[in-house]
């Protein structure tokens, strides 16, 4: 999971959990469910649209709100590689990394549609579309393991074996 590639889906300021994935869809706690109403509060078309490896790229306090777990997983279980933004609420930073889902905080340049590879280990972000490159902060070694474990409860068990 070092180097990710993958269409933008462009958000503004705080996009909090309420719109991730409104209360009303919280009835489940199966992932698969969850993605199929992922950003019903923001985008009636995201979860329809959104394809396997996509990239949201938001400004400031993405995942504000509550601290709804079910959030992150929602929009990892739809298909979204990566979320990059200028800043994050701290526990939904630290529920998507919990479960595998990387989050960069950084000022990038992307809009609708373009097209990101991001390489987590050298910290680098090029829009393919522009062909602008920006550095962002690289991934230590212990974030891409727990990353490419599959979330902090499947690295902690492969330790443990």
Not at 38 to 43: N, P, Q, S, T, Y
Not at 45 to 66: H, L, R, T, Y
Not at 98 to 104: D, M, R
């Amino acid at each position: 999971m070092d180097k990710i590639e993958g269409k933008v889906w462009k958000f503004g300021n705080n996009i909090d959990t309420d719109v991730i994935i409104p209360g009303r869809y919280l009835r489940t706690f199966d992932p698969k469910d969850l993605a199929l109403h992922v950003m019903a509060g923001e985008r009636d078309d995201f979860a329809k649209n959104v394809q396997e490896g996509d990239i949201i790229v938001a400004d400031d306090n993405f995942g504000c709100g509550s601290s709804r777990e079910q959030a992150p997983v929602a929009i990892k279980a739809a298909g979204i590689s990566v979320i990059i933004a200028k800043s994050f609420a701290r526990i939904f930073y630290r529920n998507a990394i919990n479960i595998g889902l990387p989050v960069i905080k950084a000022d990038i340049e992307a809009d609708e549609g373009d097209i990101l590879s991001v390489d987590l280990k050298k910290g680098i972000v090029i829009n393919e579309s522009t062909n602008k490159t920006f550095e962002i902060e690289p991934f230590k070694e212990f974030m891409l393991n727990i990353l490419n474990d599959g979330g902090l409860v499947n690295h902690y068990l492969k330790e443990k074996e």
